[in-house]
């Protein structure tokens, strides 16, 4: 079993939709959570940062964190085709490095 | 956020080469830096984590003598790819984190990325 699993997609979707992209962690003592967003030939970009249960929102990103169910998604709303991107979880312990996930692919399209 | 630079952002050698790439992290201060390698279509894989002053600490089958690392400062590390060759033709990232969070998570445990380097080694 994968550490951090996410679906590889592509994950596609029409403009001005809700694109929803789901991870899954192994490791129970995780504490931090994160999504970054991967241009191709470009380094990730922190997009949110995740720490206790619930929703966390940032303008049309919201991040959603269950430790009990080891589940952390990512919702983008009235998505743009400006989001197509990898799109990397990663968990962490504190102080500790960083897991990711092989990412997810999403397409938006027009 | 935090911003982080590499330098040089694209690179192209010869094999046998040894070649330096800088991280630097321009607005914070880097206890911890983090250098990445990533193939095409690939994820991210971590090569090391590095500690101002003191040795890097290298992951499994990463070779030491080969991808050298030093974080003298709490801005600056560095990577030197030595005797490099075609195989090691890859994208190179580092990250920097300011220090670790004192449990329950925190956002010292964020690790803000550089933009990269593109090696190629001919």
């Known amino acids: 079993q994968k550490e951090v699993e996410q679906n590889s997609g592509p994950l596609s979707v029409p403009e001005g939709a809700i694109a929803s992209l789901n991870c899954t962690y192994s490791?129970?003592?995780?504490?931090?959570f994160f999504w970054y967003r991967q241009y191709s030939g470009k380094s990730p970009e922190l997009i949110m940062s995740?720490?206790?249960?619930g929703d966390k929102e940032d303008g049309r990103f919201t991040a959603q964190l269950n430790k009990a169910s080891q589940y952390v998604s990512l919702l983008i709303r009235d998505s743009q085709p400006s989001d197509s991107a990898t799109y990397l979880c990663?968990?962490?312990?504190?102080?500790?490095?960083?897991?990711f996930g092989t990412g997810t692919r999403l397409q938006v399209t027009l | 956020g935090a911003v982080v630079s590499q330098h040089p952002s694209r690179v192209i050698c010869k094999s046998g080469t040894s070649v330096k790439i800088e991280c630097r992290s321009l607005?914070?201060?880097?206890?911890?830096m983090f250098w990445y390698r990533q193939f095409p279509k690939q994820s991210l894989m971590l090569m090391a984590t590095?500690?101002?002053?003191?040795?890097?600490?290298?992951e499994q089958g990463v070779e030491k003598d080969k991808f050298l690392i030093n974080h003298a400062s709490l801005t600056l590390s560095t990577l030197t790819v030595t005797s490099a060759h075609p195989e090691d033709s890859s994208f190179y990232i580092c990250?920097?984190?300011?220090?670790?969070?004192?449990?329950?998570?925190?956002?010292?445990?964020?690790?803000?990325f550089g933009p990269g380097t593109r090696l190629t080694v001919l």
């Open positions: 995740i720490y206790s249960n």
């Open positions: 990250s920097a984190r300011t220090h670790g969070g004192s449990g329950g998570g925190s956002s010292t445990d964020t690790q803000y």
């Open positions: 590095s500690n101002e002053g003191s040795k890097a600490t290298y």
């Open positions: 490791d129970r003592g995780s504490q931090s």
């Open positions: 607005d914070f201060q880097a206890t911890t």
């Open positions: 990663a968990v962490t312990r504190t102080a500790s490095k960083l897991t």
